[in-house]
């Protein structure tokens, strides 16, 4: 591990300062992916800024009937909250899905967020990886490509997100409210957060230098029934190959994103009109210009079966 300076901040715009001042400065908070990246030199950041002070640890309600989830409530918290269990579901079932008791006690709301992808070639040092190292190449277009994205990517990447959580809160329109590095604060959707990886997959996000995630707010619970499903290859300590968050409504209707197929959580609205019409009748439209490679063409049946599979259940 490369070696850092180190600081605690006192309040939320100090700390969104302080990296954006500081060249190669990172927050930590959790810990629970960055460490390893740092371990694996893969990031080798010069200064790290601990947020773990600054009282972003609430869930609180809002006046519109939804709830504020601050940034550093742990992800046991969030999944165990009895209005997060009675009204959101969805995002509970997503984070007991993922990871371990372990992690999700370290792991934060915002952290889980801003995972960085699993993408075997962006942990290997050894391989080119444009996210990684902007204009190395990417490897994985050559190589194996089974856990890797079948739409949104692009010829210079096609690693996935991994997290299960924000696959949950894009199906519930999600948005994050953050600090810049001047002390002002914006609102940014969920469905607006990550960037398309184009041609700098290194810019994974829309935030700017030392912006800061303060919390993340949903709205008035939208009612239905809230499943989430995800296929891996082992029972755990496994990252989705196809996930699937659905909220569906007694008339049939609902929303529907996935995990594990594209740099972000993939939603297609107007592939929910499709639900009454059944699993395949809305993948076909959700997948509209799909391009996988021959390792991973079988996600796109597998999203299709596991959806069917949600819509069997949520019938029940």
Known sequence: MKAFTYQRAAS?????????REPGARFIAGGTNLLDLMKLEVETPTHLVDVNALKLDRI?????????????VRNTDLAADARIRRDYGLISRALVAGASGQLRNKATTAGNLLQRTRCPYFYDTDQPCNKRLPGSGCAALEGVSRQLAVIGGSQACIATHPSDMAVAMRALDATVQTVQADGTERSIALAEFYRAPGTTPH?????????LIASVTLPRPIGGTHIYRKVRDRASYAFALVSVAAVVQRDGSG???????????WRVEAAEAELPNGAKAVTSRLFAGARPTEHNAFKLLLAERTLASVLAEAKE
């Not at 939320?12 to 954006?20: F, I, K, L, S």
């Not at 609180?60 to 550093?72: N, Q, S, V, Y």
């Not at 929303?255 to 959580?265: D, E, Q, S, Y």
């Open 12 to 20: 939320p715009a100090e700390a969104a300062a302080a990296v954006a």
């Open 60 to 72: 609180e309600p809002t006046r519109d009937g939804g709830l504020k989830i601050g940034a550093l």
């Open 203 to 211: 810019l994974e996000t829309v935030l700017a230098k030392g912006e």
């Open 255 to 265: 929303r529907v994103a996935v995990g594990g197929v594209a740099h972000k959580p």
